[in-house]
């Protein structure tokens, strides 16, 4: 894990240091200016208008644009990404506000099995159901050579590193400068890795994009997006075009969930340390269980996908089998979940029947493998 700032664009928060660490910045960004009585926590600010400026009375002054609330988590997303956040009503929400910058028309490549919903969204501007068609590169972004020759030409790429749920890593900076070389818009969804594992800003993406409902927030009680964009010229401008789109398409965030995730992250370094450790634990073990047949597991982070022996059945066994584990859709909450990809009938033919994607939490490892162990066991007898 990232103990320090990466050398890159600093970020540019009145109340943080940029020198200060990810581990730091989770605790201590987007705080209330420290004055006497001031409070520790920022307030929820519960309102649809807002009386006008005299000094700016072009500002709409309206809760569809602008929030205290969202300001202040946008503010901690900022510094963690090195970048400028603006949040969005769900993960969703931040991806199709970020496809909407590519240019009408342009060639876009695209990992050959990305997060099954944004998969929709690229096969649809494929297809050309919403205007003009887009051409779509799907590529294995694990195979920087053949990413690199399908980038020629490409008006942007899209990156997500590692890949959900076959867990593809792809060599960021290098396919990062290459994408820039070619003129390309650099799109990354980061919420796998998390900005303590990887800040794509820094190896030079325009524009980072996270579901803020997994480990960000990290308890699985709500739904939130965000993107970030670049803190150079062209980042703004593109900040600019995503802000416009948020306040006329409106998937806008609620500002007790803004509230909420914020609260999250303060303990995201904590809690990511631990389900990392967690992973790298089962996944040694699981690697030598009789039940798997392969692990994925790229050597960091705290999600895994493991093949059953068997098929399908066999897997949906295992999740029935689990007391602890739950068999539940989703990620990056403090509590284990297991579930088999498959069983939505979106997910890519490339994603084996078998497959059974792990978000590993923060509970006791012994316990998880025990559980585990026992689940697949009884599922194979
Ligand atoms: C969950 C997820 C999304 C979508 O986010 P929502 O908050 O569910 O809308 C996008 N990308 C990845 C990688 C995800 O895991």
């Known amino acids: 894990m990232t103990e320090s700032r990466p050398p890159g664009p600093a ?13 730091t910045l989770v605790v201590a960004s987007g705080r209330p200016a420290r004055a006497p009585g ?15 400026s005299p000094d700016d009375p072009a500002r709409l002054g309206y809760g569809r644009a602008d929030n205290a609330t969202w300001e ?84 942007a790429v899209w ?10 890593v792809a060599d960021l900076p290098r396919l990062v400068t290459s994408a820039r070389k070619q003129g390309a818009l650099v799109l990354c969804d980061n919420t796998f890795a998390t900005p303590l594992q990887q800040q794509p800003i820094t190896y030079g993406a325009d524009v980072v994009v996270h579901s803020v409902t997994k480990y960000l927030s990290g308890h699985s ?14 980042g703004r401008e593109l900040r600019d075009r995503l802000r416009q789109h948020r ?36 996944a040694q073990r699981l690697a030598a269980h009789p039940a798997v047949c392969r692990v994925r597991y790229p050597g960091w982070g705290a999600m895994l996908a493991i093949e059953v022996v068997g098929g399908q059945a066999e897997a949906d066994r295992v999740v029935a089998a689990t007391r602890l584990w739950l068999g539940a859709t989703s990620l990056g909450g403090v509590e284990s979940l297991i579930e088999r990809r498959r069983r939505y009938p979106a997910e890519s033919e490339l994603v084996p029947e078998s497959l059974l994607r792990l978000s590993v939490g923060i509970e006791d490892a012994a316990d998880l493998w025990a559980d585990l162990d026992a689940a697949l066991s009884a599922a194979l007898r």
Do not use: K, Q
């Open 11 to 23: 970020a540019e928060d009145g109340d943080v240091s940029s020198d200060w660490s990810p581990a």
């Open 38 to 52: 001031a409070p520790v926590n920022p307030p929820i600010e519960l309102s649809s208008t807002y009386a006008v």
């Open 72 to 155: 202040v988590l946008e503010t901690a997303l900022g510094a963690l990404e090195c970048g400028e956040a603006l949040v969005f009503a769900s993960g969703m929400a931040a991806v199709s506000a970020a496809l909407h910058l590519i240019p009408i028309g342009g060639v876009i490549v695209v990992p050959r099995a990305p997060y099954n919903t944004s998969a929709t969204l690229l096969r649809e501007l494929e297809a050309g159901s919403s205007g003009a068609a887009h051409e779509v590169r799907w590529v294995d972004l694990s195979d920087a050579d053949a990413t690199e020759l399908a980038l020629v030409g490409a008006a």
């Open 159 to 168: 990156l997500e590193s590692p890949t959900n749920p076959l867990m593809e």
């Open 221 to 234: 009680d709500l739904l939130l997006g965000a993107v970030v964009t670049s803190p150079d010229a062209r």
């Open 247 to 282: 306040t006329r398409h409106g998937a806008i965030a609620g500002p007790f969930e803004a509230w909420l995730a914020l609260r999250g992250i303060r303990t995201l370094h904590v809690r990511f340390e631990r389900a990392c450790a967690n992973a790298a634990f089962l």
